[in-house]
C-alpha cells in the first residue's frame, strides 16, 4: 500500500541562494578526530606530513566548503602558541575539555596544510575560556598578516611565508555550557565578545565573525542568552551560532524522525531574537545564522573522569544507522529550508568523532550510513532553493504534531539546468507516491533517482561490514511533461534529480 503526497516547483518562488557553507564540518581536538582520524605518520596512506590519504579522499568526495577547527569544548583551554614552531618542541599539555593528553603535533600550520588539500576552508575559533582578547589577535595577526610585525613574522620563520587568510572566526565555543571551561555568563560573555571582535578587527577588517548563541535550545537561559549577547554585539558581529544533537535513545522511531522538527523551530525562534534586537537597535544590519554544531549524537555525556589522561582515546565513536541517516536527510533538508537565514553549518563532527566517517589505526576507514545524505547535499544541493510548497499526510508522535511524512526540498541549479527534490519519507510501513509538478519548467527529464534504504531500520555499515547500507539508482521516478511521480519507499532518502528548460 501507498499514501499520496504533492511537491510544486516554481522557478519563480526563490527562497534563497545556498551559501555553499551550508555543507560544513567540524575537527575538533577530541578522540581520534585529528590523531588517527586526519593524521596518522606511519599509516600505509599517509603523505610525507603524516595526512591519511584515505581519509582525505573520503572528505574530498563530500565537497567539504569549510571546516571548523580546533574546537569545540577544547578550544576553551587552548594555547595557539603550544601548537605551532618545530614539532619537536611542543609541550604536551593536560587538556581539560576532555581529560586527555594533547601532544600538539598538529597545530594551526598543520591544520591549514591540510585542509588545503582537503578542499576545504577553515573556520577559527579563538579561546575565550581561559583567554580574551590578546591571544585572540595575536592568533590573527599570525595567521592572517602578511608580514613586518612579531606574529606574522614568527609565521613566516615557522615555513609560512604566506599569510593563511582564514575569513570566518568563532569568538569562543558554548560559553553558556557549565561544562565549559571558563563558561561565563551572557553579560560577561558579550562584553568580551565585542571587545574581542573589534581588536581582532582592528588586525584584519575582512573577519567574518560568529557569536556564540546557546549550546542547545533546552538551555535554561535560551533565548535570553541570544538576546543579551546581541545586544553586546551587534554591530561587531556577523553570525550567531546555534548548536543541536538529536538521538533515538527511547526508541521512538517516529518521534525521532520528526527531529527536524525541533530544528526548524529552533532557527526560527533563534531568527526571531535577532529581529528582536536589531527592531530594538532601529540597525539595517541583519545577523545570519551559523548552525556550527548539529547531528545524531547517541554517545553523549562520557564523563570526564573516565579519561586518564591518554593521547587521542576512541571518544563518542558513535554508529550510525539507517534511522540516523534519515534524520540527518531530514535536517539538511531543514538547512535548506532556511538557506535564506542559515549560512553556514557544520556536522559535528567529521571524521571518528561522532562522525560519516570512521577509521581505525593503523586500518582501513569506512563510511558510515550518515555519509550518503551529506554527500548528495553537498553535491547536488548548490543553487537556489526554491519555496518548498507540499502536501502530505501528517502523523502526531510523543514531541510533535502534524508531522508531514513527506519531507522535501527542490534545489535549482541554473547553471546545469538541473533541479534536484530532495525527500525523505518519514513512514515506517509504507511507500509514499510523490507528484512534483515543475510546472514552469515546461518538459523535464529524470536524470537518476538515488535511494538510501534498509529493509532494517537499524542496519549500519562497520568495519566487518562496510558496505550493508549504501544508496542505489534503482529508483523509477518518471517524468511526463512538467510533472514527475515517483514511488518513495517507506522509511528511505531520495534524490530526484532532473533535467529542466532554463
Ligand atoms: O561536538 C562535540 C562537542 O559538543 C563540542 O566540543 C561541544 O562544543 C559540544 O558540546
Request: charged share 20%.
Amino acid at each position: 500500500m501507498s499514501i499520496q503526497s504533492k511537491m510544486i516547483v516554481d522557478k519563480d518562488f526563490k527562497l534563497a541562494e545556498v551559501d555553499p557553507r551550508l555543507y560544513g564540518s567540524f575537527i575538533e581536538h577530541l578522540g581520534r578526530a585529528v590523531y588517527g582520524g586526519i593524521y596518522e605518520p606511519g599509516h600505509p596512506t599517509a603523505d610525507a606530513n603524516g595526512f591519511r590519504g584515505d581519509a582525505l579522499q573520503a572528505i574530498r568526495a563530500l565537497r567539504v566548503p569549510i571546516i571548523r577547527y580546533p574546537g569545540g569544548n577544547f578550544v576553551s583551554g587552548y594555547n595557539w602558541e603550544d601548537g605551532v614552531g618545530p614539532k619537536e618542541n611542543r609541550k604536551r599539555s593536560l587538556e581539560l575539555a576532555w581529560w586527555t593528553t594533547e601532544t600538539n603535533q598538529v597545530g594551526t600550520n598543520e591544520f591549514a596544510d591540510w585542509a588545503k588539500l582537503a578542499g576545504s576552508e577553515v573556520m577559527m575559533a579563538v579561546n575565550l575560556g581561559t583567554r580574551g582578547i590578546d591571544a585572540a589577535r595575536n592568533l590573527v595577526e599570525y595567521c592572517n598578516h602578511p608580514s613586518g610585525s612579531y606574529w606574522s613574522d614568527l609565521r613566516i620563520s615557522h615555513g609560512y611565508q604566506a599569510p593563511h587568510n582564514f575569513r570566518t572566526w568563532c569568538l569562543g565555543n558554548e560559553m553558556d555550557g557549565p561544562w565549559q571551561i571558563g563558561a561565563k555568563t551572557a553579560v560577561e560573555y558579550g562584553r568580551l565578545a565585542n571587545e574581542t571582535a573589534k581588536a581582532m578587527r582592528w588586525v584584519d577588517p575582512s573577519l567574518e565573525l560568529v557569536a556564540c548563541g546557546s549550546s542547545g535550545s533546552s538551555m535554561s537561559t535560551f533565548a535570553e542568552w541570544e538576546a543579551t549577547v546581541l545586544d553586546l554585539t551587534y554591530d561587531n558581529v556577523d553570525f550567531l551560532s546555534l548548536h543541536t544533537y538529536y538521538n533515538n535513545n527511547n526508541g521512538d522511531t517516529a518521534n525521532f524522525l520528526a527531529s527536524s522538527l525541533d530544528m526548524d523551530q529552533f532557527i526560527d525562534s533563534v531568527a526571531a531574537v535577532c529581529d528582536y534586537i536589531k527592531a530594538k537597535k532601529k540597525s539595517k544590519k541583519k545577523i545570519y545564522l551559523s548552525l556550527d554544531e548539529w547531528n545524531v549524537w547517541k554517545t553523549q555525556g562520557t564523563s570526564r573522569a573516565q579519561q586518564h589522561w591518554e593521547i587521542a582515546p576512541p571518544e563518542f565513536e558513535d554508529v550510525y544507522n539507517l534511522e540516523d541517516a534519515l534524520v540527518v536527510g531530514c535536517c539538511l533538508i531543514s538547512l535548506l529550508k532556511h538557506a535564506d537565514r542559515v549560512k553556514m553549518a557544520c556536522i559535528a563532527q567529521l571524521i571518528n568523532v561522532i562522525a560519516p566517517i570512521m577509521t581505525e589505526n593503523g586500518g582501513p576507514l569506512w563510511l558510515q550510513t550518515t555519509y550518503y545524505p551529506y554527500m548528495h547535499a553537498s553535491i547536488y544541493g548548490r543553487g537556489t532553493v526554491l519555496h518548498p510548497l507540499i502536501t502530505s499526510p501528517k502523523y502526531d508522535s510523543k514531541d510533535f504534531t502534524d508531522v508531514p511524512y513527506l519531507e522535501a526540498v527542490s534545489v535549482y541549479n541554473e547553471e546545469m539546468n538541473e533541479v534536484t527534490v530532495f525527500a525523505v519519507n518519514r513512514h515506517l510501513r509504507e511507500g509514499l507516491e510523490l507528484t512534483v509538478d515543475l510546472r514552469s519548467f515546461g518538459t523535464v527529464e529524470v536524470i537518476q533517482h538515488t535511494i538510501l534504504e534498509h529493509e532494517d531500520l537499524q542496519a549500519a555499515n562497520t568495519r566487518s561490514n562496510p558496505a550493508n547500507v549504501l544508496p542505489h539508482n534503482r529508483g523509477k521516478a518518471a517524468a511526463d511533461g512538467g510533472r514527475v511521480s515517483a514511488l518513495l519507499p517507506a522509511a528511505s532518502w531520495n534524490v530526484i534529480r532532473l533535467r529542466v528548460n532554463g
